[in-house]
């Protein structure tokens, strides 16, 4: 093997590493309140796009794609770690016995990720510096220090959300506020675009928290949560409690910018550039999207797609977002 491809097999490695990073962050984002850690998580966030995106670009950069041993590696690299990823998430909403105890639960974990993600860019710097390859090693360097800074904000909230489990399980003063959550302020968001959509959505929220409640009273905010994120592999019990609530959301946000109007639900909806996950989309040709969209969960999606009908239309575009938004296998291969 060449020190090239060594490089290709680190690089594949980092890549689907950030990827399942991304699928992670996204379902802990969905369950974190808002405050510190909640704009930690989206900073952090923000940032494993852009790392997934440089990795891929360096990849590109390396003539990864032309080698099809390579690619198919990549690939299998890229599924495996995010099935693992996607798999995670439903389990991550069902642990612990209070919310409280979640965010803790969520924070050592994505301490262990980060140290996961400092170890694999180390090594791909000492290996790309011993090659004679500066570029990929001071991508490597790059990244990594964004690791770290990740790495210390989270043990220096540890203890934080620690106290709060003790003041909520032992002192009987809990904090935790579902309402204010990523997936609550989502849901209110898409929502806002349709008032008799809102009103459905809210009701069928509260039917299905107080179905749950009814039989367990501890996973009445789990299941609540469950709904408002639409985790749609969460565990039998929570899916069945969810599945009306999370189509119904997904119905409200395909509906954007209104030409799919179910049944006049939502009427002239518009979404702005500056509601995208993708910063400067007017300015970027289709071959700087496309890459891109693989990254969205789905609500950015929705957003992306509603958008792009509205104003370019191209038909490149809206062919990959309705491939990545069915899951269909032509749309995990791109």
């Known amino acids: 093997m060449t020190g090239e491809a060594k490089i290709v097999q680190y690089l594949n490695e980092a890549h689907a590493t950030e990827v399942a990073g991304v699928q992670t962050l996204t379902a802990h984002f969905a369950m974190t309140p808002r405050g510190e850690y909640r704009d930690l998580l989206e900073r952090h966030l923000a940032e494993a796009r852009e790392q997934a995106e440089r990795t891929e670009r360096r990849l590109a950069d390396l003539g990864e794609s032309r080698n099809p041993i390579q690619q198919v590696y990549g690939i299998a690299q890229n599924a495996v770690t995010t099935a693992l990823s996607l798999t995670k998430a439903p389990i991550d ?34 290996l790309a510096s011993s090659v004679g390859d500066e570029r990929t090693a001071v991508l490597a360097r790059e990244i990594r220090g964004q690791e770290e800074r990740t790495f210390e904000a989270l043990r220096e909230l540890i203890p934080t959300l620690t106290r709060a489990v003790v003041a909520a399980e032992l ?7 579902v309402t204010t959550t990523g997936a609550a302020d989502t849901v209110r968001a898409v929502a806002g675009r349709g008032q008799r959509a809102a009103e459905e959505v809210q009701a069928e929220a509260q039917e299905t928290a107080g179905e749950v409640a ?6 009445a905010a789990d299941v609540e949560q469950a709904a408002t994120a639409t ?30 109007s179910i049944e006049g639900e939502i ?11 993708i910063a400067g989309y007017d300015s970027l040709t289709v071959e700087q999207i496309l890459p891109k969209l693989k990254l ?13 009908r509205e104003h370019r239309n191209r038909k490149r575009v809206l062919d990959r977002l309705r491939k990545l938004r069915e899951g269909t296998p032509a749309a995990a291969g791109s």
Request: no cysteine; charged share 35%; net charge negative.
């Open 171 to 177: 002192e009987g003063q809990p904090s935790y506020d």
């Open 296 to 308: 969205l969960p789905e609500l950015e999606l929705a957003k992306v797609d509603a958008y792009e």
């Open 267 to 277: 009427r002239g909806a518009r979404a702005g550039e500056s509601d995208l996950a």
């Open 214 to 219: 009814a039989g367990a009273r501890a996973a």
């Open 93 to 126: 909403l069902l642990r612990g016995s209070g919310g409280e105890e979640k965010l803790l639960k969520n924070a050592k974990d994505e301490l262990t990720m980060e140290g996961l993600e400092i170890g694999t860019y180390d090594a791909l710097e000492a």
């Open 231 to 260: 985790v749609e592999s969460a565990e039998e019990t929570v899916e069945e409690a969810a599945e009306r609530v999370s189509q119904r959301a997904k119905d409200t946000v395909r509906a954007i910018p209104g030409e799919q």
